[in-house]
């Protein structure tokens, strides 16, 4: 049919390309207009997902963010496709240490230490016996805003009183 246009529904195109494999489809743009390749490069180069800032270059550096995506984009010169077989992607995340001293003057209630540093999981914990009247062991729960921490006599059973030095390590 000469002269006409025939549109599919997105959804039709979604649904089936579902049912076919196993795929993911995010952020389809639906436009009432003619996309020519140099509006297209232009939504690649600039465009960016719903609640996110635009993508902008990596450059290896300290980043502040809670969620991140990020997109690859492949150039080619000639007309053969491009074909992505294997991508890796490592982010690490700084240590964080916070370390202190703490006195138990109750023993059964023990002692709420708040860290000074900001955890995003449990940090691991070592402990130090500083001082008390008998050697304990210190017994302890940790969260991400700090811990509680008792010492017991391994001998009696008996939570004690004392002071101990303590450093958390995590990230």
Known sequence: MAGTRQYVDPGY???GYVAGGSI???DLIVSNKDVTADDFRDMMANGHAPTYTPFRPFIVGDYDYRFALF???MKTEGIDRIALSKLDLSVDVP????RGQVTIDNPIAGA????ARSFHK???MSFTMK???????????VDESGFNVWLK????????AGTVSWTALGY
């Open 13 to 15: 195109v979604e649904s």
């Open 24 to 26: 993911v489809m995010s």
């Open 71 to 73: 997109r690859t984009v």
């Open 95 to 98: 240590d964080i240490t916070d």
């Open 112 to 115: 709420r230490v708040t860290f």
């Open 122 to 124: 449990p940090p691991e």
């Open 131 to 141: 001082g008390g009247t008998v050697f304990a062991i210190p017994s302890f729960e």
């Open 153 to 160: 006599d391994p001998v009696s059973g008996n939570k004690v």
